[in-house]
């Protein structure tokens, strides 16, 4: 004889399965209305720091093509000020490092207006322009 009984253990099993299963499917069915919205979501929990980035300076700056124009027109060693009258404040401010012996350089990133996932990076050494470079994220 078979028994259709189920003990008081078994009955809760099956209710968390049931409710593990309903609420998966919640979840697939809520990413499938609106799975832009929770990548927001998740996109606006993430760090706004760029990568790199040792101290945030300007949160807005960004760079326009005339000021690019006018900074690639700047020669190297031209003091540091000169700079600054083009470009104003940096988006920050990246970690110092030594790329000739004995001299400790500085480097500043500022987002392109028209991409801000490409930035421009200007290196200083003893406060005059050193050079700069593209950096794209």
């Known amino acids: 004889m078979v028994s259709t009984h189920q003990s008081g253990s078994g009955v809760a099993l099956a209710t968390i399965k049931t409710?593990?299963?309903?609420g998966i499917l919640l979840a697939i069915g809520l990413l499938a209305i609106d799975g832009?919205?929770?990548?927001r979501w998740l996109a606006a929990a993430r760090p706004?720091?760029?990568e790199g980035c040792e101290k945030?300076?300007?949160?807005?700056?960004?760079?326009s093509r005339e000021q690019l124009a006018k900074?690639?027109?700047?020669?190297?060693?031209d003091p540091k000020q000169t700079v600054r009258a083009i470009v104003a404040e940096p988006y920050c401010s990246l970690p110092q490092l030594q790329v000739r012996s004995g001299v400790t350089s500085e480097r500043e990133a500022y987002p392109m207006?028209?991409?801000p996932s490409v930035q421009l990076?200007?290196?200083y050494e003893n406060d005059e322009y050193a050079?700069?470079?593209?950096r794209f994220q």
């Open 19 to 22: 409710v593990m299963a309903g």
């Open 36 to 39: 832009q919205g929770v990548r």
């Open 48 to 50: 706004k720091t760029s």
């Open 56 to 63: 945030i300076v300007q949160s807005n700056a960004q760079l």
């Open 71 to 77: 900074l690639l027109a700047v020669p190297e060693r």
């Open 113 to 115: 207006a028209w991409d």
């Open 121 to 123: 990076v200007i290196l």
């Open 131 to 134: 050079g700069y470079r593209f």
